[in-house]
């Protein structure tokens, strides 16, 4: 068999879809079907949803309860467009790179070897409702006193309940969240009186964009070793997943904190609000992950340590007077985990 009578890299990333087992019943995805429909239909007569962009948002909330539907859908278009953008002059070698959603929870993100010895980046489909809720709970309080407050009418236990649900299903690998915790609901979070919350909107796009671009940058700094991958069972299947060392995982973070944030004082402001959510997602991260097991033993370095990478890549790329007032933002952010552990 010649390498022109296999599957291309993109052909190869759509069969997965159609062999993964984890789909729920035809009767429950019909109904998820409709209520996201009707909640976007609602929302539009509201005028809180332009009616032009009524498919990305049914798209939205169905991403992490139909894989198919979520797959290559336009949120996913969307993610992949914008994180592009970041790399001016580089796009022709990634925008190639075939990239969908797979509901398999094992990790966030990772790049799969391909029949021709390529690559196509999967990217798990529950992030978009875990970031979601857990971004919100942040954000709600980050910002409790400031004229840029969401969710008011709930308290930051509400909100730490809310969080700490999303970590535990992280944590064992579920995409079934306790919608309810005694009195609070995290419909609160993800229901139609809470989306679109642009502010929460755009750091999960931030966050997402900077997962996607680590992967780009496995690619970049050739990483992604044919002779270094590990099996991992994809539904029917199983598939080949890239082995990367922690060195490379730094690099690879590198790669994308140097694309993401830019240069001089005059976009503050912009790396700020990208600062802030990578800063979430590495501490949403660390929540995640075992204390007790060794850092030597795992597929990544800690995320604190990673955090800690991003910061000095970060105050040597963007420059130390800069970097001082990035300080403010992001220990600002590691000060509201640290409330966060008391209600663990």
Known sequence: MTKNDLPTDQQYLKTLIRDLSLRLPKAIVSQQEKR??????ELIMKGRIDPKDRQYYIDFNLAHINPETAFQGSALTSLKSRTLAYLAGEE??????????????????????????????????????????????????????????????????????????????????????????????IADCVGDGAWPEQMVAQNIQYALSFILLHEFGHIHHG????????????????????????KQEFEADEFAVRRILLKGERNLVHNVLHMTSI?????????????????TLGTHPKSKRRLERVYTVCKDWCGESTWMQLQEATGYVEAVFEILKKHK
């Open 223 to 246: 990483h992604l070793d044919i002779n270094l991958t590990r099996r991992m069972s994809a539904g029917k299947r199983d598939v080949d997943i890239y082995l990367t060392s922690h």
């Open 36 to 41: 996201a429909s009707e909640s976007v239909d």
């Open 279 to 295: 800063t979430m997602l590495f501490l949403l991260f660390d929540l995640c992950e075992d204390d007790n097991f060794p850092e």
């Open 92 to 185: 022709a070698v990634f925008e190639v790179v075939p990239v969908g959603m797979l509901s398999i929870p094992e990790m966030n993100a990772f790049a799969i070897r391909t029949p021709r010895g390529g690559a196509a980046i999967a990217l798990y489909s529950g992030l978009w409702l875990f970031l979601k809720i857990a971004f919100y709970a942040l954000l709600a309080i980050m910002y409790r006193k400031t004229e840029y407050s969401i969710g008011a009418h709930h308290s930051n236990e509400t909100y730490a309940a809310n969080l700490y649900s999303v970590v535990n299903a992280m944590k064992s690998g579920s995409i079934i969240i306790m919608t309810t915790t005694g009195e609070h609901s």
